[in-house]
């Protein structure tokens, strides 16, 4: 009798588990294919469409074009980009010197615009985090540039202000203006910032090996860790970056992209360009 | 509807914010800060109306030097100042672009906001002065005054938006921009009242829209004892034109924009 029941309940939670594992990667948006099998099992149904359905929420590309007017005549940059984010990807952009990485981070940026294609941005984008600290104003004290983003983005100042100065570690010199800052300070101010306004979108330029260990490994965790459910954009040199965070990869050669599922096989190909 | 509201008060925050930036990048917190907005302009009038009084006397063709120079420096710096902004270009400001929400017309549009502002506070602070000194008398038509005031800001905004775009997309205009800006200044008619003109100069000054609205303020500052020429819907039609055409130009500029 004892036995039965055991037996019984034993039934009932494996038939259960599946439904619940189920319900939980429903939760997180994201689809495993160790499931399917177990689902099959449970009900004939077809699969819930699993993960973020194709809504407006993305950061779309489509056949982007970028010519200057060089000296010598019309220099094409960028010939015909096209690629998708959606909630929480990571994209790696590689490509060598002069491939049009920075052009594309300023299309995507909306600095420029291009001259031919779109770009569509259905989630809220950071500014691009850069060598230059970018986003700041060098004759504006770091206070006046926090305050400056808050009122821009609608945030309370002081809660802002105590947010960057206490992750930025810096509080002692905002009160001086930024152009006095070393570059590392810069890239504090500026990343701290970004981490504030909290965007879902993140577009990172060649920026997580500057600043000294400890603080690029606060970056990590921050960018990450806590904000792993943002996408991101990152354009980045370096191989371990890419093959831990990043889901697809973007080569870029002479102006032209392709779009690669496998980042290892990406960065391979990219070490051979 | 209420997509265009909260589209709106995004851009009223936007302006905010830039106009704040502006101040705190040019003036910063040290000594008057801020109060050297309305400093700089002021130093300037109060300095020609001194060397004006040294130079014409009390009165000019039976007008007080002070009001007349009050109310022509006043305007005069309004306008050279909304030029030489437009005159800046659009490049300048692209790197505040990696800001989703602003637009390029946003910066612009603070930064006319704020010329129209600190320009008018020094006029203000100016004429209370020598009013409480009695150099000058109260303004005759405070309605006239301002709508001289907004018109020629109107205009002017028109002439930032269209020298950006331009500037940006012609190297030699940004060149040349300087002298021309420098041959406008006697077409404000800050320098001589169209009464004082023969007839034919007066109608040759009066195809340009600036001396309209100079005679305007003029027209509200001192009162009905002088004879003053203006047209207000021909200086509203040339403000409204301007502007519209310097949106569009703006616009074209905006693709050709290349930065660093």
Not at chain 1, 11 to 22: G, Q, R, V
């Amino acid at each position: 009798m004892k036995g039965a029941l055991e037996k019984g309940s034993g039934k009932s939670d494996a038939a259960l588990a599946p439904i619940k594992n189920l319900d939980d990667s429903q939760k997180a948006h994201r689809p495993k294919t160790r499931f399917l099998e177990d689902e099959k099992t449970v009900s004939p149904e077809p699969p819930a469409p699993l993960g973020p359905a194709p809504s407006d929420r993305d950061v779309t590309l489509t056949h982007l074009v970028k010519v200057y007017d060089g000296e010598t005549g019309p220099v094409k940059v960028l010939d015909g980009i096209s690629f998708s984010i959606g909630v929480g990807e990571k994209i790696a952009v590689l490509g060598k010197n002069g491939a049009g990485k920075s052009t594309l981070v300023k299309l995507v940026g909306g600095v420029e615009k291009p001259t031919a294609g779109h770009i569509r941005r259905g989630m809220k984008m950071s500014w691009p985090l850069s060598f230059g600290g970018g986003g700041l104003q060098p004759q504006m004290s770091g206070l006046d540039n926090i305050r400056f983003i808050a009122r821009l983005y609608g945030r309370s100042i002081p809660d802002m202000i105590d947010f960057v100065s206490d992750f930025s570690e810096i509080d002692r010199h905002l009160r001086y203006p930024v152009n006095t800052y070393s570059s590392g300070m810069r890239m504090r101010l500026a990343f701290s910032l970004t981490l504030a306004v909290d965007f879902e979108c993140y577009l990172i330029d060649e920026v997580l090996g500057v600043g000294d260990q400890r603080f690029q490994k606060k970056c990590r965790d921050a960018l990450f860790g806590e904000r792993g459910h943002c996408a991101m954009i990152l354009v980045s040199h370096h191989r371990q970056t890419v093959l831990e965070y990043c889901s697809k990869a973007l080569v870029l050669k002479r102006g032209r992209g392709r779009l690669f599922d496998d980042v290892e096989f990406a960065l391979n190909l990219y070490s051979t360009l | 509807m209420q997509a265009f509201f909260s589209r709106f008060a995004v851009q009223v925050r936007v302006v905010r914010a830039l106009m704040i930036r502006d101040i705190m990048a040019q003036y910063g917190r040290q000594n008057l800060g801020f109060l050297w907005l309305i400093g700089e302009p002021m130093a300037l009038i109060v300095g020609v109306i001194i060397l004006w009084s040294l130079m014409k006397g009390s009165t000019t063709h039976g007008v007080s030097v002070v009001a007349f120079t009050l109310t022509g420096y006043s305007m005069l710096t309004l306008w050279r100042h909304l030029l030489t902004r437009g005159g800046n270009g659009l490049s300048r400001h692209a790197t505040l672009l990696f800001h989703q929400n602003i637009r390029l017309l946003d910066i612009l549009i603070a930064q006319i906001l704020m010329e129209m502002i600190s320009i008018f506070l020094s006029f203000l602070v100016c004429y209370l002065l020598l009013f409480l000194f009695g150099y000058v008398e109260p303004a005759n038509d405070n309605l006239l005054l301002v709508s001289g005031w907004l018109l020629m800001s109107l205009f002017g905004a028109g002439m930032t938006l269209l020298l950006s775009g331009l500037t940006e997309m012609s190297k030699p205009l940004k060149r040349l921009l300087q002298p021309i800006l420098y041959f406008t200044l006697p077409l404000t008619g800050a320098f001589a009242m169209c009464a004082w003109l023969p007839e034919r100069a007066r109608d040759v000054i009066l195809v340009f829209p600036m001396v309209h609205a100079m005679e305007l303020f003029r027209a509200g500052f001192m009162g009905e004892r002088f004879t003053f020429y203006y047209n207000i819907w021909y200086l509203f039609a040339w403000g409204i034109g301007t502007f519209f055409l310097g949106l569009l130009v703006m616009k074209r500029a905006e693709r050709h924009l290349h930065i660093g």
